[in-house]
C-alpha cells in the first residue's frame, strides 16, 4: 500500500517551487499525496529561516506533531530548507522525534534518507555544503495547471548583512539558458499561461558565463514561446538592474508591466549599513525610466523597519521614498536579529516598541499610497488570469478572484458566466471599486475566454476525478502551505 505525504512550505516562491520538487521526487518513489484531514504516513516541513518567527513556527508544529506521531509509529517527520541548513543536528536536539533533516543543496536524497531512518530506525541528518543536484533536473509535482515558477538560478552573491540566505543557499549558480527555454516550452506545451522566472538575485543571472545580457535576452526569448501569454520575474537587485531589461520588458509583448524591487530603505545610510550597493537616488532613478518605458507598470517592494542604527531621520527619509516611488504594493518587515548574520552584531539594536510604532507609520503610508494608485484604475478595462487560492469563490455575490497582467488581485462578479468561469480561464472586466491591496469589478465579464489550462483544471475536478491541489495552497501548519509574513523577495538579497 502507498504510503500518503504532506508537505508544508514556509517563506518564499524559491521555497514553494523546492515543495514541488520535493512532491515531484515523493510520488516518484510511489507516495501519494494526503487528502482530507487524517494523519498522513509522512509529513515534510520546508522551512525558510529569514525571520525569527519561522524558527519558532517550525518548533512549534514539531511539538503539536508528537503526540500524533506516537498514535502512529509508522508515522515520518522530515525538515528541509533554510532552517534545516542552519540549525543542522539542532533539530533533532530539540525535536528527537524527527525522522529526516536535509539542507538546501540535497533535496534529491530525501527518498533514500526516508528509507534509510525506516531501516535503521535512527534519525537521518544530512546537510551538504554545495549543490549536489540542480533543483530543477529533479522531477516535480506542479501546484497549477495554469502557472508555473521557473528557476534561472540558485544561491546568491551578494552579502547583504541582514540576510542569512547565502550562506545557507550558497553562492550563485546559473542554468543555461537553453535548459530554461526547454522548461518554459514544456510548461507551455502542456497548457501553462503564465511563468514566474526565479532567482535570489534574478537580474544577475548570466554572471557566472559572462555574460551581462543574459537576463534582458531571456526575456525576450520568452516571447518567442508559442501560447505562453505571460512572464514575470522575482526578484531583481537595484545594483544589477540594467536598461536593456527594461527595454525586454517594454517590448516583449508578453512579459508583464510588473516589478517587484525590494527597497529596503529609503536612508543612505541604512542602505550602507545593510551593504546594499545602491543609493535610494539610484533606485528612484530605476523607477523612472520603468515608468517612461512603461507608463502603466505595477512597481512593488520590500520594506525593513527597525535596521540597527537606524534614527527617526533616517526613518523619515523611507516614508519619503515610498511616496516618491508610489508602490502599488509593499511588503514592510520590522527587523528580525538572526544568528549569524553581521546586522546581529550591529550596536544601536532598536527597542521593540520603537519597531513597532515605525511599523505601524509605515503601513499607514503604504496604504495610502497603494490605495492612491489602485484609485486610478476606477473605470479602466482589466484581463484577468482567473485562480484559486486568490480567495473563495462568493456565493453570495458571484465573485470570483484573478490577477491582472500587472500582478493585481482582482474580485470580479461572474453574471451569467458563473458556471462557465473555470481557474485558468482568462476573463476581460472593468474596475469599479478600488481598495487597498485589491480591486473589484463588480459588472458583468465583457469577455471571457475558455483555455486548455482551464480545461486541464476542470478534468482534474470532474466528478470521480482525483482530487488535485492548485493554485496558492491554503494557510495553516496542516495545509501545503504555511506562510510566516516572508515573501519571495525577503527571502533573498535582491
Known amino acids: 500500500m502507498s504510503r500518503s505525504y504532506r508537505v508544508v512550505t514556509y517563506g518564499c516562491q524559491m521555497n514553494v517551487h523546492d515543495s514541488e520538487r520535493i512532491a515531484g521526487l515523493l510520488e516518484g518513489a510511489g507516495y501519494v499525496r494526503a487528502t482530507g484531514s487524517g494523519t498522513p504516513d509522512l509529513v515534510v516541513f520546508n522551512t525558510c529561516a529569514v525571520r525569527e518567527n519561522a524558527d519558532n513556527r517550525l518548533y512549534g508544529n514539531l511539538g503539536h506533531l508528537r503526540p500524533t506521531k506516537d498514535r502512529h509509529p509508522g508515522m515520518q517527520i522530515a525538515v528541509g530548507g533554510c532552517l534545516a541548513q542552519k540549525d543542522r543536528g539542532e533539530i533533532v536536539r530539540r525535536a528527537p522525534w524527527v525522522d529526516v533533516v536535509f539542507g538546501t543543496h540535497n533535496i534529491g536524497s ?124 522575482t526578484s531583481p ?46 533606485y528612484l532613478g530605476i523607477l523612472e525610466k520603468v515608468r517612461a518605458a512603461m507608463p502603466d507598470a505595477a512597481i512593488t517592494t520590500d520594506i525593513i523597519v527597525g535596521f540597527p542604527g537606524e534614527t527617526e531621520a533616517d526613518f523619515q527619509q523611507t516614508l519619503d521614498a515610498v511616496r516618491r516611488a508610489r508602490f502599488a504594493s509593499a511588503f514592510t518587515f520590522q527587523y528580525s536579529k ?5 546586522a546581529a552584531e550591529l550596536p544601536d539594536q532598536l527597542p521593540k516598541q520603537v519597531v513597532q510604532e515605525r511599523y505601524d507609520r509605515l503601513m499607514a503610508v503604504v496604504e495610502e499610497v497603494t490605495w492612491a494608485q ?24 458571484g465573485r470570483m478572484s484573478g490577477r491582472a ?33 485589491h480591486l473589484n469589478a463588480d ?21 470521480g476525478a482525483p482530487k488535485v491541489l492548485l493554485g496558492m495552497p491554503v494557510v495553516g501548519a496542516e495545509a501545503a502551505v504555511a506562510r510566516d509574513g516572508a515573501t519571495a523577495a525577503s527571502c533573498s538579497t535582491s
Not at 538572526?338 to 553581521?342: D, E, H, K, N, W
Not at 486610478?376 to 478595462?381: A, K, Y
Not at 462557465?420 to 469599479?432: L, N, Y
Request: proline share 6%; aromatic share 6%.
Open 405 to 437: 497582467r500587472d500582478g493585481r488581485l482582482v474580485h470580479f462578479a461572474t453574471g451569467e458566466l458563473a458556471a462557465a468561469i473555470r481557474p485558468g480561464d482568462i476573463v476581460e472586466t472593468v474596475v469599479t471599486y478600488a481598495a487597498p491591496h
Open 110 to 233: 530525501l527518498p533514500a534518507l526516508l528509507e534509510r531512518a525506516r531501516h535503521n530506525a535512527a534519525a537521518e541528518v544530512e546537510i551538504l555544503e554545495s549543490l549536489e543536484v540542480f533543483p530543477s533536473t529533479l522531477p516535480t509535482r506542479r501546484e497549477s495547471t495554469y502557472a508555473g515558477w521557473v528557476s534561472v538560478s540558485v544561491g546568491c552573491n551578494n552579502t547583504c548583512t541582514f540576510c542569512i540566505v547565502p550562506s545557507l543557499r550558497g553562492r550563485e549558480k546559473d542554468r543555461r539558458p537553453g535548459e530554461i527555454l526547454a522548461e518554459v516550452e514544456a510548461l507551455a506545451a502542456e497548457g501553462v499561461l503564465e511563468i514566474t522566472l526565479l532567482g535570489q538575485n534574478v537580474n544577475s543571472y548570466g554572471a557566472e558565463f559572462g555574460d551581462r545580457y543574459a537576463f534582458g535576452k531571456l526575456l525576450r526569448a520568452c516571447g518567442q514561446v508559442a501560447g505562453l501569454e505571460r512572464v514575470r520575474f
Open 237 to 282: 537587485h537595484p545594483k544589477d538592474f540594467t536598461d536593456d531589461v527594461i527595454a525586454a520588458m517594454a517590448q516583449t509583448p508578453n512579459v508583464c508591466h510588473q516589478l517587484h524591487m525590494p527597497l529596503q530603505s529609503g536612508s543612505d545610510a541604512v542602505l550602507r549599513a545593510m551593504r546594499r550597493s545602491y543609493r535610494r537616488e539610484r
Open 443 to 463: 459588472g458583468a465579464p465583457l469577455s471571457h475566454r475558455r483555455t486548455r489550462a482551464g480545461d486541464v483544471w476542470a478534468a482534474g475536478h470532474a466528478p
Open 374 to 397: 489602485n484609485r486610478r484604475l476606477v473605470g479602466e478595462r482589466v484581463e484577468v488570469l482567473v485562480a484559486v487560492g486568490e480567495g473563495r469563490k462568493d456565493e453570495r455575490t
Open 338 to 342: 538572526r544568528p549569524g548574520t553581521p
